[in-house]
């Protein structure tokens, strides 16, 4: 999102010759120097800037010609990302439906245009006595066999008896049979259509806030300091390069700051404060990315899905290929050849994403390896990245809980009650603190107060002289001399 204060920190940075401090852009803009250290942060997050360390351990930060062309391609790639977002959320439900009910309304075409060619040249064969149809090929493709194994949904394996019947009055007994309940799934037919066609979807949708998360646990359990190399293995950027750090220092506020012997960490102290202690489950040693499924949904019930849309691609593939030789056919030839397109729709679609899903996770897998290498580097580091992480912990911050004592204004309370029982809680602390603390010093004080004081003893020598000093009497009135005129000018 594009801001006031970040278009003067761009023409700042433009104006300044794309080499600049957080300094020079307070100096440029007048912005508080704080508000453009971040804003310096974003626009370099997002326009690939980079941090450059001088030798007096100063940070300033380095811009590419026309990153200002790179910013605006940025936000114009998030608009368009949430627009595309907006219009695949209203028609992804239609979609879905679309394909399942597609296939259904193909199949009852199919097989109704299966059912008037049967009927004509039935007819035909009536009114002839060749037995022809079908330019004389006769019926041997709907040979009532053939339909009945094509329509029969039952069990395909054969079901034995052990009580002595004759299989033809007893020829299945499933109630013999052990059955296995399937997890909770979704079997919806319709809905398995489009998780056959497209599958259900990224397995890592929430990919980011799992980094993100993750990033922040390891931030608060180094006591607010980080290093690159500790970063590394959940955001997936090269520790040598200080340039991946950007978005984490602009999402949790963050600041480099420069070791005696030149290093970057990166402390947070706004991330460390809270309101309560969090317990945190034991991080994972790398962000793991999961592989595509083809489909979650289960085999079982993906089986009516295979045989309605074998059964379509077959039957439209018969009508295809008998459109020329059967003339009730021919007024319906157009049709006959979309429902061949939508039945081979059902066979090539998924061949393709199997193939996609392949290279998908191939390129997942190469992440995760990455991640998973910067992991393994952190466990025996080297003697420089040791240097680092011992030079961190002289940054660290520790914790600062915000205790319910220490609230001075709740909007649940009227201010000037909050103002009193403020005054109030503070006078209590100190009577109770020192009820504690000073219960035997008072007592003593209490004894010595009470006690009589011991009347001092003086000298003779100084007694001469606070009498000598006793005597010395005024000087009278009519001693003081009269004819001393003033010296003010206005006298």
């Known amino acids: 999102m594009v801001t006031q204060e970040k278009d003067l920190v761009i023409k700042a940075i433009d104006d300044l010759g794309r080499r600049v401090t957080a300094a020079d852009v307070a100096t440029k803009t007048g912005l508080p120097i704080l508000k453009a250290t971040s804003e310096l942060n974003k626009v370099a997050s997002e326009t690939n800037g980079h941090l450059q360390v001088s030798t007096t351990g100063d940070i300033a930060y380095s811009f590419n010609v026309g990153f200002q062309t790179a910013y605006l391609a940025q936000g114009l790639k998030k608009t368009c990302q949430e627009i595309g977002a907006k219009v695949f959320k209203v028609g992804y439900f239609l979609l879905r439906i679309s394909f399942g009910v597609g296939l259904i309304l193909s199949f009852l075409i199919v097989i109704a245009l299966i059912i008037a060619a049967v009927l004509f040249a039935q007819k035909g064969g009536d009114n002839d006595n060749d037995g022809g149809g079908f330019g004389g090929g006769g019926l041997d493709f709907f040979d009532f066999m053939i339909l009945r ?126 309101a309560k202690t969090l317990s945190f489950a034991p991080l994972p040693t790398y962000l793991k990315e999961f592989d595509w499924e083809f489909t979650r949904v289960p085999t079982s019930s993906l089986v009516p899905v295979f045989i309605l849309a074998g059964l379509n691609f077959f039957g439209s593939f018969f009508l295809t290929t ?113 009820k504690y603390a000073g219960n035997a010093g008072n007592a003593e004080a209490d004894s010595k107060l009470s006690a009589p004081k011991p009347t001092p003893q003086i000298s003779a020598e100084s007694q001469d002289a606070i009498d000598h000093i006793i005597s010395i009497k005024p000087k009278e009135k009519s001693d003081v001399k009269q004819d001393i005129k003033s010296k003010r000018p206005w006298s």
């Open 149 to 274: 194994n094509f329509f029969y949904w039952g069990p395909s394996y054969p079901v034995y008896t052990s009580y002595g019947y004759n299989d033809y009055d007893r020829p299945y007994d499933l109630y013999d049979k052990s059955t296995t309940r399937q997890p909770d799934t979704n079997n919806n037919f319709i809905m398995n259509c489009f998780s056959f066609l497209f599958g259900d979807g990224s397995p890592n949708l929430n990919l980011e806030d799992r980094k993100w998360q993750l990033i922040a646990q390891v931030i608060k359990q180094n006591n607010g300091v980080v290093t690159a190399e500790q970063l590394a293995p959940f955001t997936g950027a090269d520790p040598t390069k200080e340039d991946g750090v950007l978005p984490v220092l602009v999402r949790f506020d963050g600041k480099p700051e420069v070791t005696d012997t030149g290093n970057i960490v990166y402390t947070f102290p706004t991330l460390q404060v809270t």
């Open 322 to 434: 008998h459109t020329a030789t059967v003339p009730i056919l021919h007024a319906f030839a157009g049709l006959i050849h979309w429902l061949f397109l939508y039945g081979l729709l059902f066979l090539i679609v998924p061949a393709v994403r199997y193939g996609v899903l392949k290279w998908l996770n191939a390129g997942i897998d190469k992440r995760n390896t990455e991640r998973s290498k910067y992991s393994d580097a952190m466990r025996n580091p080297p003697a420089n990245v040791l240097k680092k992480l011992a030079e961190a912990k002289h940054y660290r911050i520790g914790e600062k809980r915000i205790r319910k004592d220490d609230v001075v204004y709740t909007t649940d309370k009227d201010v000037m009650d909050q103002d009193f029982n403020h005054e109030d809680r503070k006078f209590d602390a100190e009577l109770k603190k020192g």
